[in-house]
Structures are given as C-alpha cells and as structure tokens.
C-alpha cells in the first residue's frame, strides 16, 4: 500500500507518518513510497496507541509546552492551561482563546479531516479534540461566564468607541435612560403603563415582562427614556444588561411584601454598576402595606432613606391608582440633573442592541439604544458580526423615524445578519470595514457546524449514554429569551441525569428541527413561536413531541418535571428501635418466635430487623407480627416487652439486639 494512502487514513500527511514510524519501531526509510501490506494494520493500531498516551499525557501537564517564535510569546497560553468555550465556536475566535496563529489551527483541522474557514463554527467536542492536540484543556464555560465574558467585550469595544467624549466640545444634555427593576409581580410593568398610560402587562402572556422594552416619556418638558427589564429569575442575564446601559435605576419594592430575592439581586447590580437610583416602594393601596418596613429593610443592608437622616431616595407610590408617579419622574430628574448626563448628536451614531429577533416579513430585526451622534434613515452600520443599512426606524409606538438622537430606543430594519443583544451599533462610511464585515455576517442561528470524533474519548461517551438523558431542540422567538432559557437551564445539572440541548435556534419550528429531533429522539421546545403545518404533521408521523409555551416558568416546570421522572428512585431508609430478645419460643424453617423487651425507640409490624450479636450482624428479614400481653398490636414502644414473629433465617438467638428500621421506595427531585 503506497505510504500516502495510509497517512490519509490516519489523517495525517505523508511527511509526518515517515518521520513518526522510526520511533514507533517501523525503519521503512524517510522517502519510502509503499509500505507492505502486512505492516498496514499494525502501523494503524500502533500511531493510534502513540495518539492515545499523548492525549493521556497532555492531560496530566506532561507535554512540553509548544514552542513558539518570539513574535507570539506574548499571545501564546501557558501549556495544559484552561481555555473555556461555549456549545459552538468560531475557528478565529477559538485560535484568539488560545494565543495562536488562525492558520496552526486551521491546520490541525485539516490534519483531523476537517477542511474549515477562519469564519466557520466548531463544536465544543471538535474544539475538544482540536485543543488537545494543541496542549490545551478545553472546559465548558457556563452560561454566566459566557455572558460575562461577551459583557466584558461588549462594554471594552463601547468604551474605546466613546473615548476622549467627555471633553468634546459639542456635547449636549441628553435625556437619562432609566432602568425599572425588581421582583416579579411588583408592579414594573404596572408603573410603565401608568406613566405611558398604556397596558402593556395584558400583551404578556402570564402578567410577566418577557423582552427588555425601551420607551420615551415626558415630563416637565423633557424626555426621559425607560428600559424595562423582565422580574423573573430566568431573566438575570437580561437584567444585568439593562443595568449597563442605563443612567440611573428605579428599583420598585411591593410595599405589602418587601424584599424578595430578585430585590436584592438588582440592588447589587445597581451598585456595581455606580448607577444612582430611586427606590420607588409601590402597592401603597394595599392592604397589609408598610412603607416603613421597606425603609427598614433597605436601612440594613446599609441604604439609610433620606427621612431617616441617609441619602437613598425614596418614593411611595400606587401605580394601580396612578398615585406619585408624577414625583418619582420629578425625583428622576432630578437626579439626571445632578448627574448631568451629556452626548455629541453631531458625531457618527453609537448604540447597543437591547433586542433582537427575526421576523417572518421584515427579516432581522433589532432594537438599539442610540448613546451616542444621531442615526439618520439610509445610514450604513455595523453591529457584532453584521452589517446593514437603515432601511426603516421606528419608535416604541411603532411611528416611524427618520432620525434617532442620543437617548433614543429605536426599532431598525435593514440588518443584513441578526445581531446578539448587547453588540455595538456603529454608523460608519468605510467601505471596506463594512465589505469584511458582509464576509463574516452570522444569520440566526446556523445550524451546520464541523465536527470530529474521536476513538479516544469513547470510553466518556459510554459513560455519558449510561446516563437518563432529555434531549432537547430550542426554538425561540428572540435572542433574550434563547439566553434566559440556556440560562436557567444550567440550574438544572446533576450528576445522575443530563439535560441536553443538541439544537437551538430562532423563529418557527421547521421540518429541519424535527428531523433533527427524531434522530437525536428528543423533545421539541417552541418557546413564543409557531410551528410550520408541514412541521406539526412531521412531528405526528414521526412521533417527535412539539412543546409550546408562552410562559417561561411554565416551560422550566415541565422540563423539571421531565427531568425528576428520569431520576432513579431511591430507597430511604428510617431507624425505629432496638428490641432485646429475652427468649426463644418456636424456630421454624423459615420464621421463628421470640419474646423480648423494647430498649429504645420502637417497633412497628410489616418492618424491617437486622440481627445483631454484638458488633456482628448476623442476618435480616421481616417483623411480620407483634404481641403484647396477648393481643395483637400494630406497636410496641421503649420499655415494653412484646413477642414478636421473625421472617428469615432462623438463628437469632438469647442476647441477641434485632434492629428495627422501615424501608421506602421515593421518587427522587432535583435539588434546588
């Protein structure tokens, strides 16, 4: 066989093979052409043994580390380390994680058969693999630490962006962009639709706030932009970016209820943001209401109220009965005063996207918050991964625009990709940024990825299958609600089950997804989307469950009642007493009758005995009846002498104690 043909099966080029043999035991000679055909075999199993002791010592920290060129010393991770990626990863990302060249990681792609573009998406396993190969110990990284880093990104680009503006000379007041935050049911939403006099909650499905909403108000002739940001603890991902984006934050406490924990989670994101806030205590009109308790509250964790001598403003409020809304915007305004809260409208527009989805009709779509320069009809942007051109803008109340000043949330069509919520809008007339960006334009959600597998990590996908697994296939409306889902879903790990989501994507439930689904046999999630009709009858004749839902906790209790039915059930087990046996009255084959006295606890018929003679457990069986005095009982207690029939092998003897314990079959739950 030629010596080319037997480096493409081992997915290796033919240079490296003929200088990998002479230290495998093969001299078959530095340009041999053919290699005879009964060495093939063991030339196979034995590179592939050398593979495997590699990666065995790669991951104990015994390969020496890559040596690099003085030019990439700076950039190049310390072997072995831990680089942590996602579910799905682009190749040029990936190489920037690990401090290498784009092209050595292209290149070792190649050698495992994977033929890739600096722009296409790897799998977590394939990056696995590929990272290995490289000396690096891949982990999953966590909801929170992807969103943390992409955050981190995010506010680093931002800030480069609006360097040096503070002392622009053409900067003018702007107005403040105010985050509403806190528990679910406090009345967020609620205060909104008082001050737009609008009722947004009825368009939630279960009263809840489900995407973040950007609005425009006025008061005392000024305008005052509101972010409202979701309650529910699936949302936390979305309520930190809002927190980044605002000026200032009112944090609504239920004056009946007080602190809950999603009051205490804004609050420190609030404060280490440095965003000034309002604390508006509402439900006032309630019975059971106690603004001084709030105020108490709030004292201990260290936010004195100005009428207690401190500086946190407070603001009682009844947004039901529309009662003080008009002081608490006045007290917003003031504090954006006090804050002076500046931009330039003359300079390029600068935004971040607070939402973004794709629409049946208009294609991608998102909202952004201008912060800084004015967006105009028929500008051309950039945005993360994509680009486009303002085809339509439109306000809150779905008017349209044909400009957008600082301050303003505005809806925009005409994106050529779909962004991630918290990427930067820049306006731009480069024409060969915006060509390289058009290259790299990320549409919803791509499903294909490159993949590899490798023999090596079978032993863990075995360990894996023996897991009770629940499949899943996400499919969303919007980006957010992707996130909070993936988000909550991390709550849901445990080491006796997996939860796995093979495929998550935007819009309608397609053929694709269920095909994808029967394969993988999983469960479809629609999450605030449709079903395509051809879709729903693939599902039927296929047998492949489509799951909607509109309400996020609901969706998150049938997963968690999906995942509970997979848990094993285990057997619990309770001590009652000890008995002492005093004396033997009958010894059959296989039961016997003993006389004895309670010494602790107490017995129970239709139980469990341990026989025990001294440190020495002899055997088990069943308490089948009890006697006290000469009637039948159900239980005998401490102190009492009973007779009782023993089911088992019949050894007990004198002396001997009989443990007493009841066995329980009980279905398992997730622990919390």
């Known amino acids: 066989m030629n010596v080319s043909e037997v480096a493409r099966r081992l997915k290796m080029n033919t240079k490296e093979l003929l200088e990998t043999l002479p230290e495998l035991g093969f001299d078959i000679g530095k340009r041999a052409i053919k290699v005879d055909d009964r060495l093939v075999d063991k030339i196979i199993m034995a590179v592939e043994e050398d593979r495997k002791k590699k990666r065995i010592a790669k991951r104990e920290g015994k390969v020496k580390e890559i040596k690099l060129g003085d030019k990439d010393k700076d950039n190049k991770k310390e072997a072995g380390q831990e680089v942590k990626i996602g579910d799905v990863i682009i190749v040029n990302e990936f190489a920037e994680k690990l401090g290498l060249p784009v092209t050595k990681v292209i290149a070792e792609l190649m050698k495992n058969g994977i033929m890739s573009t600096l722009n296409e998406r790897i799998d977590f396993e394939t990056a696995t693999i590929i990272g290995e190969d490289l000396d690096f110990k891949i982990v999953k990284a966590s909801a929170d630490d992807e969103l ?59 009263g809840i706030t489900q995407h973040i909403g950007a609005y425009q108000v006025e008061d005392n002739n000024k305008l005052i932009t509101f972010l409202d940001t979701p309650g529910h603890e699936a949302f936390k991902a979305m309520r930190a970016r809002g927190s980044k984006i605002a000026d200032v934050a009112i944090i609504i406490v239920a004056a009946d209820e007080g602190f809950k924990p999603q009051t205490l989670e804004v609050i420190d994101l609030v404060q280490k943001e440095k965003l000034p806030f309002v604390v508006a205590i509402n439900k006032i009109d309630k019975e ?67 939402e973004s989805h794709v629409d049946k009709g208009q294609g991608p779509v998102a909202t952004a918050l201008v912060q800084s320069g004015t967006l105009n009809l028929g500008d051309m942007f950039i945005v993360g991964k994509a680009s486009g051109k303002v085809k339509a803008m439109k306000n809150y109340k779905g008017d349209d625009l044909k400009t957008a000043g600082p301050s303003t949330p505005v809806k925009i069509l005409g994106l050529k990709g779909l962004p991630q919520v918290g990427d930067i809008l820049e306006e731009t007339t480069d024409k060969k940024k915006l060509k390289a960006v058009s290259k790299n334009i990320q549409f919803s959600s791509p499903q294909s990825v490159a993949t590899v597998t490798s023999n090596n990590n079978q032993d863990d996908d075995e360990e894996e299958d023996d897991l009770p697994k629940l499949t899943v296939v996400l499919k969303t409306d919007v980006l957010g609600s992707q996130e909070a889902i993936l988000e909550a879903f991390e709550k849901f790990k445990n080491p006796d089950i997996e939860l796995k989501v093979i495929k998550k994507g935007l819009g309608n439930v397609t053929d694709v997804d269920i095909m994808d689904a029967e394969t993988a046999k999983a469960i479809v999630l629609a999450y605030r989307v449709n079903s395509v009709p051809s879709a729903k009858e693939l599902s039927r004749d296929r047998n492949v469950p489509i799951l909607d839902f509109d309400i996020i906790y609901k969706l998150l209790e049938d997963i968690e009642e999906r995942l509970n039915n997979l848990l094993s059930p285990e057997t619990v087990r309770r001590e009652l007493g000890k008995i002492k046996v005093l004396a033997i009255f009958k010894r059959g084959k296989k039961s016997m009758v003993v006389g004895g006295k ?15 003679r001294g440190d020495e457990r002899m055997t088990t069986g069943d308490l089948t009846s009890l006697q006290a005095g000469k009637e039948e009982v159900r239980e005998v207690v401490k102190g009492q002498e009973c007779g009782l029939e023993f089911t088992g092998d019949t050894i007990i003897e004198e002396e001997d104690v009989l443990e007493i314990y009841e066995e329980k079959v009980e279905k398992r739950i997730l622990s919390k």
């Open 288 to 354: 059971g209401a106690d603004v001084e308790k709030v105020k108490k509250d709030l004292s201990e964790i260290n936010l004195i109220p100005e009428d207690w001598g401190g500086k946190t403003v407070c603001v009682p409020i009844s947004a039901k009965e529309n009662k003080n809304i008009k002081e608490l915007l006045d007290t917003v305004l003031l504090v954006a005063d006090l804050e002076e809260f500046k931009a330039n409208p003359n300079r390029d527009a600068v935004g971040t996207i607070i």
């Open 598 to 612: 309670v010494i602790e606890g107490k017995a129970e018929t239709k139980t469990k005995v341990k026989v025990m």
């Open 148 to 206: 943390k880093e992409l955050s981190e990104e995010q506010d680093k680009h931002l800030k480069k962006i609006l360097a040096g503006e503070k002392d622009d000379k053409n900067l003018v007041e702007r107005p403040p962009v105010v985050v509403v935050m806190g528990h679910v049911d406090h009345g967020k939403t609620k205060l909104l639709d008082a001050i737009r006099s609008t009722n947004v909650a009825e368009g939630e499905s279960g």
